[in-house]
């Protein structure tokens, strides 16, 4: 960006377009005895599109608000745009732009009053009629925000978040809670302002939206980036394209019933799908007869690596075309009976769930 | 300041009336209700000819003494039943006759009662025979200013400047926290100082509209006078106010419920409600209660008041409550500010 280009400002911080538009280091932040954020260290390219993901209590809100510097931090440092919020806090607040997890507005205003409000508040930036066109809202300019439905108030926020111009965007959850065309919408929007160049940092539980829109993701859990790169790059690291997910039964008893032993019997190498009673009459006899043949499952060409989590298998499989049919083929032959069959490719939430053992939102 | 400071305090303020004007419990509590009030006090209060009041008596020689008073009605009744009627407070008094003495049984306590045993009293040995050794006459007067009326008004306008203030300041603000939406502003750019202001500033416009709504009422339906000068009444009436937001930016600066901020707005009006002097003069509670009361700003908001439309007495001559009211300005301000909990 051309504001970007300065190479000299009044405080000497460098600020050329080869500096981080966001440098995090060590970042660490506790509420008594809840580690949010436990040591960060980041590095956001300008103009890219950036993702946080984690399930809730991750640490994304926290990790976000210290960078919007609304949360001051218990050690590390962060630099935006080459400044930090110690000396440059009045200048860093004209440069970017927020929305927050949580805000409401107050219902009686009119879109068009708040975002007037929130313009006058920056020394440069777009008008009035630009923000409304930019969010879309032109046809709610007048509307009160009481009566304006959940994606357009997440876009009244938006507005209110664009009307400085900013260089760097801030977005914690901007879709959470919309319908599926609400947030098509709002994908929408932050395509537009990456293709003007915008850095932005965004939070999402949703994983379609951060392959959509994300150039880099970092996936958080208990306050630590567990995992960091394109969405490409991570959803490679489970090994397949291809998830396929099964579960066996007995024809007469069918359905899935969930285990707490599953995961140490796939420690061991061996697996049984869990007892289709709970009661313990299911004798050893019973049990034996259910076993799945892990190892023939593995020898299949294509196929990765197994989980299984709650009575649910889970191969990573790459050449589906050529893996299913065996897999088919090797259930027959142990004479097992499948009670649920399906395939996905491989998303982020698959990164996830292999390398923290549990699924997004769950928690 | 540049016009872009000026803008955006502008646009916060004018944010904030729309916000306060939008919403019609507000407009009733601030407009209308302070004027029904003055409706009902001003009638229940009203000059009328005194009042004719009910005694009773125990013989039909006394009952026709005490009728011949036009300040009394009385009727017959045997002393248990004047018991009972005393004590329903259908008569004030009952006159006993005992021999050729007579006994008055009334709660010495009560005003009327009080002024009923002097009538009585008076309409009794009249009728026996007494003749008045000094000749009198009576010539009534009805002056503007020292009736009930007149000196509610003021109290009801103190009343109304604390209630606006400190409702209006107070669930604003922690309904902005509590919805984030405080902590959305103080992440951008927007001085912290200018959302604070914009409270008091748009307080004070409001403020203009409510005086001049209660005191034109009083003025053209009750004749209510303004001894004192106007100029110097809108100011005491401005310098309350900022006094009153003041207190409720206090009141506002930390808690983060609806719920917590009424309680706590509830303990620090009530005592002012009561002792302050919107109804009585607080001159009628105990002598060791009374710096305690004389230091409160609405004691000294309606004393300041009272003392410019009753007395036409000049600021000058006003020193102590408008440096009472000063200091309620200044300290809570600081201290909000200093304590304020912006997230
Ligand atoms: N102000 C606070 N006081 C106490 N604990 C807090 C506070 N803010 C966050 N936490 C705790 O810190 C942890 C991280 O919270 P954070 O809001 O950053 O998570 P998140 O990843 O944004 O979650 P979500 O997806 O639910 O928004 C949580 O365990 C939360 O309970
Ligand atoms: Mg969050």
New interface residues.
């Given amino acids: 960006m051309v504001r970007n280009r300065l190479d000299e400002d009044a405080f000497g911080t460098r600020t050329d377009a080869e500096t981080a538009a966001v440098r995090i280091r060590g970042l660490h932040k506790a509420f008594g005895d809840v580690r949010a954020v436990d040591g960060i260290d980041l590095d956001v390219k300008p103009g890219e599109c950036f993702g946080l993901l984690g399930p809730n209590g991750a640490g994304k809100t926290t990790t976000i608000e210290i960078c919007?510097?609304?949360t001051a931090p218990d050690a590390g440092t962060v630099e935006l745009l080459g400044r930090n919020w110690l000396g440059h806090g009045?200048e860093l607040?004209?440069l970017i732009g927020?929305q927050?997890q949580?805000?409401?507005?107050?219902d009686?205003?009119t879109v068009e009053?708040m975002l007037?409000?929130?313009r006058?508040?920056?020394?440069r930036g777009i008008t009035v009629d630009e923000a409304v066109g930019r969010a879309q809202l032109e046809e709610k300019r007048r509307a009160r925000v009481g009566g304006l439905s959940g994606g357009q108030k997440q876009r009244l926020a938006m507005a209110?978040a664009l009307v400085?111009d900013p260089e760097l965007l801030f977005l914690d959850e901007p879709t959470t809670g919309l319908d599926p065309q609400a947030r098509r919408h709002l994908w929408d929007l932050v395509e537009r302002l990456k293709q003007a160049g915008r850095t932005i940092i965004l939070t999402t539980h949703y994983m379609d939206e951060a392959e959509q829109l994300c150039d880099r993701v970092a996936i958080m859990d208990h306050g630590h980036v567990i995992a960091l790169g394109t969405p490409k790059e991570l959803i490679a690291t489970v090994g397949g394209e291809d998830i396929v997910e099964f579960a066996v039964g007995e024809k007469e008893t069918a359905g899935p019933h969930s285990t707490a032993s599953a995961s140490a019997d796939f420690a061991q190498g061996r697996l049984s799908t869990p007892p289709l009673a709970k009661d313990a009459s299911g004798s050893a006899q019973d049990e034996r007869a259910k076993e799945i043949d892990l190892q023939a499952l593995k020898a299949i060409p294509g196929v990765q690596s197994h989980r299984v989590e709650e009575a649910l298998h889970q191969l990573s499989v790459s050449e589906l075309h050529t893996a299913v049919p065996r897999i088919f083929a090797a259930l027959e032959e142990q004479g097992l009976h499948l009670s649920e069959f399906r395939t996905h490719s491989a998303t982020l939430e698959d990164v996830f769930v292999r390398m923290t053992g549990r699924n997004l939102r769950d928690e | 300041m540049n016009r872009l400071v000026l803008s955006s305090l502008y646009q916060l303020t004018v944010t904030r009336l729309k916000l306060t004007l939008r919403e019609p419990e507000a407009i009733f509590w601030i407009f209308v209700f302070p004027i029904l009030l003055a409706v009902g006090l001003g009638i229940a209060f009203r000059n009328r000819p005194a009042d004719v009041l009910p005694v009773g008596a125990t013989t039909p020689q006394l009952v026709e003494a005490l009728a011949a008073d036009k300040g009394l009605h009385a009727t017959q009744m045997d002393e248990a039943a004047g018991a009972r009627a005393l004590a329903t407070g259908n008569i004030l008094l009952l006159a006993v006759a005992d021999g050729n003495a007579v006994e008055y049984r009334y709660d010495e306590t009560n005003p009327d009662a009080r002024t009923a045993r002097i009538i009585a009293d008076r309409a009794i040995q009249i009728a026996a025979g007494r003749r008045d050794p000094v000749a009198a006459g009576n010539r009534l007067v009805h002056e503007t200013g020292s009736r009930y009326i007149d000196f509610v008004v003021p109290g009801l306008l103190g009343m109304n400047l604390m209630g606006s203030a400190m409702w209006g300041l107070g669930f604003a603000i922690v309904d902005a926290r509590a919805k984030k939406l405080l902590k959305r502003m103080v992440a951008s750019p927007m001085p912290r100082w200018q959302y604070l202001a914009s409270y008091l500033l748009s307080r004070l416009v409001m403020l203009a509209i409510e005086v001049v709504v209660l005191l034109g009422f009083a003025r053209v339906v009750f004749g209510v006078p303004f001894r004192g000068s106007l100029v110097e009444l809108a100011l005491i009436c401005v310098l309350a106010s900022l006094t009153f937001s003041a207190l409720g930016l206090l009141v506002a600066s930390r808690a983060r419920t609806i719920e917590a901020v009424s309680g706590l707005m509830n303990v620090v009006m009530m005592p002012m409600w009561i002792m302050s002097g919107v109804f009585f003069s607080p001159s009628r509670f105990p002598a060791i209660l009374q710096p305690f009361i004389q230091a409160l700003p609405l004691t000294a908001a309606i004393n300041a008041v009272r003392g410019n439309m009753l007395q036409g007495t000049e600021l000058g001559h006003m020193m102590t409550p408008l440096a009472i009211l000063l200091a309620w300005f200044v300290v809570p301000f600081a201290v909000a500010v200093k304590v304020f909990r912006w997230r």
Wanted: aromatic share 16%; no cysteine; hydrophobic share 30%.
């Fill in positions: 919007e510097g609304l009045d607040r004209q927020i927050l949580e805000t409401q507005f107050p009686k205003i009053e007037r409000l929130f006058s508040f920056y020394r209110t400085g």
